[in-house]
């Protein structure tokens, strides 16, 4: 098994004109919960794009699952789950998933347990464009967990989710991980870093720590995440 | 190929859920060719030589704007980013969009053929024929749209490119003015649509109770204008974006 699911050297990305990412270099450890942070605009889900395949790059390498970023063979293995909910809200709950099961090359056979694990069992019949914007990342999630990706590419899967949820999805990823998937999961909530195995915090496009949730306190001397960002993030500011 | 037919599947089940729309896309060409036969209610000639040809062009109408603003929708609420980064090939999504756009098609091109030859008095001697260019004119209307729907940014330029692509063919189709009356460069033009052939072969079934072999040739390039116009679609659409 590769040690590292995700290995990015010199990636620079510019955007209409602008450089989001001028030249990263990471990697994210196969099995493992990896929390990708920073403010918004940071270049997360440029960044994510990049190793799901779908963003034009200027330079640099994507290697995923060791293979380039995007090959079909990759596309089969990766699951992407956008930012906002990319199902479609004029399809019941079931037929959205049974579409993208189908999709994945999968029978449909686990629909009905992975609607029960993301907590939509009441609501599988209902439209998806009449559910509430938290059910709607549930129904777009529930799509990549059919997939049963290798990887999973998660952009800001939890936010609007109330925090019982949120403890419920952080405690599935940890599930999936321990069964050896790796999760690459982007928040601009601090405190959500402290469940990553790893947390790399990004601002201006620029990698500002790649450390243990314990590493990032003792770096910035002081237990509060939050905290501990913001004493990193200023640090970092060159005049 | 399942993956074309799961996406065919999904857009219909999108449809289904959509009441409105079915009614317009099955019902809409009937109604409007029966308000053409009741504006001509006392020269029965002028339907009969005229009611085929919109017998044609409605179902183009109606099935190039459904599909460009279901196709523009796909493109702007992310989840064809989301399907181009599955297995999905993009001739698959595009083929599964044409096969239900097709499906939605044949029924509208039976419905309005059927309501034309038999509530509105249509004489045509060949209705099986009639009803064959009507669903081909539709495909034809899914192909474009399809097609179109790659340079439309919102679902408001979408509906616009329906003055831009469609009514120029309605102009020179040769159902204003027969297509040999037009001036040279408009009618090298008229040659260059693809409506004109269709009007050509409404025009003669209007007419005739044979198949000439006018027909055959016109079905050809009908047939082979939808099929360049979807693989033209499916080039447009790009993995990778900026």
């Known amino acids: 098994m590769l040690n590292n699911a995700i290995e990015v050297a010199d990636l620079k990305v510019i955007r209409g004109g602008k450089t989001v990412l001028p030249g990263l270099d990471l990697s994210v450890p196969t099995g493992s919960v990896t929390g990708l942070l920073g403010p918004s605009g940071s270049g997360k889900t440029t960044l994510i794009r990049c190793i799901a395949g779908i963003q034009i790059v200027a330079a640099g390498t994507v290697t995923v699952l060791g293979e380039p970023a995007g090959t079909a063979r990759n596309r089969a293995r990766v699951g992407y789950v956008t930012q906002a909910s990319s199902v479609y809200p004029d399809l019941t709950v079931r037929q959205n998933l049974a579409y993208f099961s189908s999709l994945a090359g999968k029978d449909g056979g686990a629909i009905t347990s992975t609607i029960a694990d993301v907590g939509l069992t009441s609501r599988a019949g209902a439209l998806t464009g009449n559910l509430s914007g938290g059910e709607r990342i549930r129904v777009s999630l529930a799509a990549a967990l059919l997939a049963d990706p290798e990887l999973y590419l998660l952009d800001e899967p939890t936010v609007g989710l109330d925090p019982v949820l949120r403890r419920d999805l952080w405690e599935m990823f940890r599930r999936l991980a321990d069964d050896g998937k790796t999760l690459l999961v982007s928040s601009h909530v601090m405190d959500e870093a402290s469940r990553c195995d790893r947390v790399l915090l990004m601002r201006d496009g620029q990698l500002i720590a790649d450390a243990t949730p314990d590493e990032l306190r003792s770096q910035a001397g002081t237990d509060d995440l939050e905290e501990a960002f913001l004493v990193l993030a200023e640090r970092d500011v060159t005049p | ?242």
């Not at chain 2, 004119?137 to 509906?159: K, N, Y």
């Not at chain 2, 008229?190 to 052939?197: E, G, K, V």
């Not at chain 2, 047939?223 to 116009?229: D, F, K, Q, Y």
Request: proline share 5%.
């Open chain 2, 1 to 242: 190929m399942t993956r074309t037919f799961t996406t065919s599947r999904r857009v219909l089940q999108q449809l289904s859920h959509d009441p409105r729309s079915i009614a317009m896309i099955v019902l809409l060409p009937s109604i409007l060719l029966a308000l053409f036969k009741y504006i001509y209610d006392g020269q029965p000639a002028i339907f009969n030589r005229v009611g085929p040809q919109m017998l044609g062009l409605f179902p183009f109408i109606v099935m190039f704007l459904v599909t460009s603003v279901t196709m523009v929708r796909e493109r702007t609420s992310g989840t064809l980013e989301r399907l181009l980064t599955t297995p999905l090939k993009r001739g698959e999504l595009i083929g599964g969009y044409a096969i239900a756009f097709g499906i939605a098609a044949l029924v509208q091109a039976l419905v309005s053929s059927g309501v034309a030859i038999w509530l509105l008095d249509l004489d045509v001697q060949t209705p099986w024929a009639i009803v064959l260019f009507a669903v081909v004119d539709a495909v034809l209307g899914t192909a474009l749209g399809l097609l179109m729907s790659a340079f439309a940014r919102t679902e408001f330029q979408a509906v616009q490119f329906m003055p831009l692509v469609v009514v120029p063919q309605i102009l020179l189709c040769g159902l204003l003015a027969p297509r040999d009356s037009l001036p040279k460069v408009l009618n090298w033009i008229s040659d260059a649509l693809p409506l004109s052939y269709a009007t050509d072969s409404f025009s003669e079934l209007a007419n005739s109770d044979v198949w000439s072999s006018t027909l055959g040739r016109n079905l050809g390039i009908l047939v082979g204008c939808c099929v360049v116009a979807i693989a033209l679609a499916s080039l447009t659409l790009r993995r990778r974006t900026p």
